[in-house]
């Protein structure tokens, strides 16, 4: 079973940047295609970006340019770097396989954004 466990989150200003990770128990970073979620409260989990085996990437479109999604398959670990954040990206951020979550959620990492 894998397990994954994210880190990384904070309370930051508009404008700030934060950098996530994503460490899996197992390799299957260079096996599946994975992702990063978000849900905020009151709101659905949304897929904001996903990464391939071979490293293609996908973005939301309300990231798309601010938020970059990489990997280390050597740590077994992903990336999720986020910059030019506004108060709208506040959220609950989770790592799973994408676009189906097949393995069991994580607690996610709370990333606030206020001033």
């Known amino acids: 079973q894998v397990q994954l466990v994210e880190s990384g989150g904070g309370l930051v200003q508009p404008g700030g940047s934060l950098r996530l990770s994503c460490v899996a128990s197992?390799?299957?970073?260079?096996?599946?295609?994975m992702g990063w979620y978000r849900q905020a409260p009151g709101k659905q989990r949304e897929l904001v970006a996903s990464i391939s085996s071979g490293g293609n990437t996908n973005y939301a479109d309300s990231v798309k340019g601010r938020f970059t999604i990489s990997k280390d398959n050597a740590k077994n670990t992903m990336y999720l770097q986020l910059n030019n954040l506004n108060p709208s990206d506040t959220a609950v951020y989770l790592c799973?396989?994408?676009?189906?979550?097949?393995?069991?959620w994580g607690q996610g990492t709370q990333v606030t954004v206020s001033s």
């Open positions: 799973n396989s994408a676009p189906t979550s097949y393995y069991g």
């Open positions: 197992r390799s299957i970073f260079r096996i599946y295609t």
